[in-house]
T-cell receptor, first 114, second 113 residues
């Protein structure tokens, strides 16, 4: 079965700095990849997803992620973060032939400091 | 606002008790998913229903059960509650049976004391 590892449990950055949240996955078949964001006291909101096509995926709030098949990674990036980006970010993976089984990473807590 | 509604938002109950969490999916969505989020286990998929039928099962305990009604709302029943069941329970919905795009509710906080 597929699995996903988020390499950093916490990422503190200063406002307007760039940020990268790392995600690696493991699967023996082709996958779909997702990034979700969870703001305090809220549910998960889809940031972006990779299903097929261009490996560079743009999402909401200025985030983007790049699918790298050879490195089995799907890192999330933003060139300049805001205080309002402070949240928990989850990477998720599902297998193309079994899309009902979506696995989530443990999450990365992004804290943006002034 | 994702359009997925969960009630109650907060619930405190004693060990051994039974609770029911409710979920109304987005208008038009046929699939409902239940997830459990806890500090030690992270976000765990419990179960999925599609148009009233169970579609996929994850790490759901035998003490837990769910159903989806003809109007497509869903209920998650948790019984013989233990302290370790304290968690945030999310409901999510999607149009079809796949999870290409699913929308999460704000969750129900369950505290077992």
């Amino acid at each position: 079965a597929q699995s996903v590892t988020q390499l950093d449990s916490q990422v503190p950055v200063f406002e307007e700095a760039p940020v990268e949240l790392r995600c690696n996955y493991s699967s023996s078949v082709s996958v779909y990849l997702f990034w979700y964001v969870q703001y305090p006291n809220q549910g998960l909101q889809l940031l972006l997803k990779y299903l097929s096509g261009s490996t560079l995926v743009k999402g909401i709030n200025g985030f983007e992620a790049e699918f790298n098949k050879s490195q089995t990674s799907f890192h999330l990036r933003k060139p300049s973060v805001h205080i309002s980006d402070t949240a928990e970010y989850f990477c998720a993976v599902s297998e193309r032939n079994n899309n009902n089984d979506m696995r989530f990473g443990a999450g990365t807590r992004l804290t943006v400091k002034p | 606002d994702s359009g997925v509604t969960q009630t109650p938002k907060h619930l405190i109950t004693a060990t051994g008790q039974r609770v029911t969490l409710r979920c109304s999916p987005r208008s038009g969505d046929l699939s409902v998913y239940w997830y459990q989020q806890s500090l030690d286990q992270g976000l765990q998929f419990l179960i999925q229903y599609y148009n009233g039928e169970e579609r996929a099962k994850g790490n759901i305990l035998e003490r837990f059960s769910a159903q989806q009604f003809p109007d497509l709302h869903s209920e998650l029943n948790l019984s013989s509650l233990e302290l370790g069941d304290s968690a945030l329970y999310f409901c999510a919905s999607s149009v079809g049976s796949s999870r290409n795009t699913i929308y999460f509710g704000e969750g129900s906080w369950l505290t077992v004391v």
